[in-house]
C-alpha cells in the first residue's frame, strides 16, 4: 500500500490539471480575433497542461513521496501562474480594456479553481490529508458557490427560445445560492466536534441537490453532443461541468467517512 498523500496528489492533479487546460482553452474561444496575445498566453498554458499530464503519467501510487512532493511543487507554480494570468484577464476586463465572450463572472470562477488547485497541493505537501470540521464547510462553501456558479452560466448560454431548460437552470442557481447561504451561516456558527450530527445532515442535502445538477448537466451534455437544444455551450464545457459535480460528489463521501471515521 503506497503512501495516501502520493495517492492523493496524483489525484488532485490527475483531475485539476485537465480541468485547468480546459480552461486555457475556454478562455482562447472567448477572446476576439484582436486579442491574439492573450490567446496565444493561453495556448502556452494548454501545452504547459498537457506536459503536467505527460509526466503524472509516469507516477504510480507507490511512487516515492519526495518525488512526488518536487512534483507538486512543479505543478503548484503552473496552477499559480494560470491564476495569474486569469486574474489578469479578469482585470482587463472589468475596466473595459478588452471586450469579449468571457463573462467576468466565469473568470473569477476559473480564478477561484485555480487557487483551490493550488493550495490543495500545498496542503498536500505540508502532510494535510483528512479534513478537519471546519475544512469540511469551507471545502462545500467554495463547491457549492461553483455548482451555483455552473447554473448561471448554463441559463445563460442557452439559447433564450429554450425556456423550459433555462427556468430549469434558473432553479438550480436560486437552490445553490440557498445551501451556500446555509453553508456561510453554518461557517459563521464555527461548528465543534460535538456538532458532526448537523455537519453530516449538511452533507447529507448538499448530496441531494448535487446528485440532481450533475444529472441535469448530464442531459444537457448528451443534448449538445446530439445537436438536439439550441445554445453557445461548447460539448466539451457541458462535460467539463459534468465531472466538477461529480467530483463534488466524491468529495462529500470523504468528508463524510472522515467524519464517521472521527465519530467513531
Known amino acids: 500500500m503506497g503512501d495516501p498523500i502520493v495517492a492523493r496528489s496524483l489525484d488532485e492533479i490527475r483531475f485539476w490539471s485537465r480541468i485547468m487546460k480546459e480552461h486555457a482553452l475556454f478562455l482562447s474561444l472567448g477572446f476576439t480575433y484582436e486579442q491574439q496575445q492573450l490567446i496565444d498566453e493561453a495556448n502556452q498554458f494548454i501545452t504547459l497542461f498537457e506536459r503536467i499530464e505527460e509526466k503524472l503519467s509516469r507516477f504510480t501510487v507507490n511512487s516515492d513521496l519526495r518525488q512526488v512532493q518536487a512534483f ?4 503548484y507554480q503552473a496552477a ?3 491564476w495569474s ?6 482585470g482587463l476586463t472589468l475596466r473595459c480594456e478588452i471586450r469579449s465572450n468571457n463573462y467576468p463572472l466565469l473568470v473569477d470562477h ?3 479553481e485555480a487557487a483551490y488547485f493550488a493550495n490543495r497541493l500545498k496542503e498536500l505537501n505540508e502532510g494535510k490529508l483528512a479534513p478537519t470540521p471546519d475544512d469540511v464547510i469551507e471545502e462545500n462553501v467554495f463547491f457549492l458557490k461553483i455548482m451555483a456558479d ?5 441559463g445563460h448560454l442557452l439559447d433564450p427560445s429554450e425556456r423550459k431548460l433555462v427556468d430549469q437552470a434558473r432553479e438550480f442557481s436560486h437552490d445553490f445560492d440557498q445551501l451556500l447561504f446555509q453553508a456561510i451561516d ?3 456558527m464555527r461548528p465543534q466536534s460535538e456538532t458532526k450530527p448537523i455537519l453530516s445532515q449538511f452533507l447529507d ?4 441537490s448535487v446528485v440532481s445538477l450533475r444529472d441535469f448537466k448530464k442531459t444537457a451534455r448528451e443534448l449538445i ?7 453557445n455551450i461548447h460539448p466539451l464545457l457541458a462535460d467539463h461541468t459534468f465531472r466538477e459535480a461529480e467530483r463534488f460528489l466524491e468529495i462529500i463521501d470523504l468528508f463524510e467517512a472522515n467524519l464517521n471515521g472521527a465519530q467513531s
Not at 455552473?150 to 448554463?154: C, G, L, R, S, V
Open 80 to 82: 499559480a501562474a494560470i
Open 85 to 90: 494570468y486569469k486574474r489578469k484577464v479578469l
Open 110 to 112: 476559473i480564478s477561484r
Open 150 to 154: 455552473h447554473a448561471k452560466f448554463i
Open 225 to 231: 453532443e446530439a445537436c438536439r437544444i439550441k445554445s
Open 72 to 75: 507538486n511543487t512543479e505543478v
Open 186 to 188: 453554518l461557517d459563521s
Open 205 to 208: 442535502q448538499n448530496r441531494v
